[in-house]
């Protein structure tokens, strides 16, 4: 998905500061640049490809981690309200455990 959609979609769930989207976006785009360039290496096996892939999705959750900023937001009570039914991986899903395991 493109960055700065997956960005605006990632706003609207989780009701994102201006502060949270600025911190957000390099992750995004770090993410889309080492999966295109992955993608793009023919002389890997499939399993090879869905290997670094998955190593780069575990990369990114845990630069999700490092952002103390999300885990707290304010938003969590409302975010595991509209987002449980719809999302239950991805980046919605990360980021509502994120909140889950900071409110307790």
Do not use: E, F, Y
Request: hydrophobic content about 30%; overall charge positive; glycine content about 0%.
């Amino acid at each position: 998905m493109d960055p700065d959609r997956q960005l605006a979609h990632l706003t609207k769930t989780l009701n994102l500061s201006a502060d949270q989207q600025t911190q957000i976006k390099p992750i995004l785009l770090d993410r889309q640049q080492k999966m295109q360039v992955l993608w793009q290496d023919q002389s890997l096996s499939r399993q090879d490809r869905r290997s670094k892939a998955i190593a780069i999705q575990q990369d990114t959750k845990r630069s999700w981690r490092r952002l103390s900023t999300i885990s707290r937001s304010s938003s969590s009570t409302r975010c595991r309200r509209r987002c449980r039914p719809a999302a239950s991986t991805g980046w919605v899903a990360t980021i509502r455990r994120l909140q889950q395991r900071s409110a307790t």
